[in-house]
């Protein structure tokens, strides 16, 4: 035991690698904001054998993607080509200019995700990258930390997934869990259906890039969305204008309202899943009589999805509808503004805990243990 801590006083800071279905956020732990922000793609060349140079990642290689054959390595939060997650790794550990092998990493993870995904990481970080140490991180509990607090509902809405769990005193319940297949790139790609239904074509990655972000821009929850479908369809709402790559104008009008309504409306994209609100009111009802109470007042709200105009108020509204009488004078829902950081700055908070070292999973211990060392510390 005290050799081991005496190696990790030798170790230099931890490694933050946030690696999303849409977005890497990578730093160290001393940064509050990450200093790596990029798209979780890889570009390879179309017409020769890819090698450790010629291979893109990020933003760059959306904008060079009528060059490259594109990989999305991360879907709905679990890996599905390894070989294009491990390059990511290896370029933002480069761009970071730490040697692994004296950076304990910390992975940040969804909830219910496959265990044999955690040990796949884990032998490719212990013994391909050499590194000292690591550890796994909720996001939703990662999220909960970032504001202050160790008790609460959290609910994480990033680019492929939504997380539902409730948190008593730092310990997730993962009877709680819920894990809802929809995301920001869902919202963009029904926006992109919409928008070929007036007739544009829309097909290269670049112009999928373009159309997230003018979802970024225009979309919004509609409070109220029967009677604003309905003065819409009855030509009563104005129309905006946006300009695509290739110079043509689109007008949007009820789209941009239409789009997220698939998170309280899952089946227009043809999902049978459970909406947001009765999700969350389900999570709740799922813990002890005695810890609800706590819930109510504490529903935190992380990622970038939830930064959709509109999205607290309406889900606002949505939980006074469905909680008991009792719970709504003491519902209050918490969001940072620019919470699409949450997760990131919840680990910056518990890797500069001064007993963080201590529960780290060292390659001495996954050399003794194996995998099993690293699924106790879910």
């Known amino acids: 035991m005290g050799d081991n801590a005496s190696k990790s006083r030798e170790w230099k800071e931890t490694v933050i690698l946030d690696v999303g279905s849409g977005c890497v956020k990578a730093g160290l732990s001393s940064d509050r904001d990450p200093k790596i922000v990029t798209a979780t793609v890889v570009g390879y060349p179309k017409a020769s054998e890819a090698t450790e140079t ?26 599905i080509d390894f070989e294009a997650w491990s390059a990511i790794i290896r370029y933002v550990l480069n761009k970071l200019d730490v040697d692994p092998g004296n950076h304990p990493i910390f ?14 990481i884990a032998e490719y970080l212990f013994e391909t990258l050499n590194v000292p140490g690591i550890y796994f991180g909720l996001h939703p509990l990662l999220a909960l930390f970032s504001v202050g607090k160790v008790t609460g509902l959290v609910v994480e809405s990033g680019e492929g997934l939504t997380q539902i769990i409730a948190v008593q005193e730092s310990y997730p319940l993962h009877h709680s869990a819920i894990r809802i297949p929809i995301g920001g790139i869902d919202i963009t790609r029904y926006l992109m259906k919409l928008i070929m239904r007036k007739g544009i074509h829309i097909s290269s990655e670049y112009e999928i890039e373009h159309i997230r972000r003018i979802k970024e821009k225009a979309c919004y929850l509609e409070t109220d969305y029967e009677s604003k479908l309905r003065l819409a369809r009855g030509g009563m709402l104005e129309g905006e204008k946006f300009e695509l790559p290739n110079g043509r104008t689109i007008v949007l009008h009820e789209e941009k309202f239409v789009a997220p309504e698939i998170i309280y409306r899952p089946s227009l994209i043809g999902l049978k899943t459970k909406p947001l609100d009765e999700a969350i009111t389900e999570a709740i009802f799922s813990v002890d009589i005695d810890v609800r109470p706590a819930m109510y007042p504490n529903i935190i709200i992380s990622g970038g999805n939830t930064k959709i105009r509109g999205f607290i108020e309406r889900l606002q509204n949505e939980l006074l509808e469905n909680i008991p009488e009792r719970a709504k004078d003491k519902l209050n829902i918490g ?28 390659k001495e211990k996954w050399a003794e243990e194996g995998p099993s060392s690293v699924l106790g510390a879910i």
Not at 59 to 77: F, H, N, T
Request: aromatic share 8%.
């Open 335 to 362: 969001a940072l503004k620019d919470r699409e950081y949450c997760v990131y700055r919840g680990a910056t908070i518990l890797t500069n805990l001064p007993a963080f070292r201590k529960i780290l999973i060292t």
């Open 54 to 79: 010629s291979i893109v990642v990020g933003y760059e290689a959306i904008e060079k993607s009528d060059q490259l054959r594109l990989i999305w390595p991360v879907r709905r939060g679990i890996i």
């Open 107 to 120: 992975i940040t993870e969804p909830i219910l995700n496959p265990t044999q995904q955690r040990i796949r």
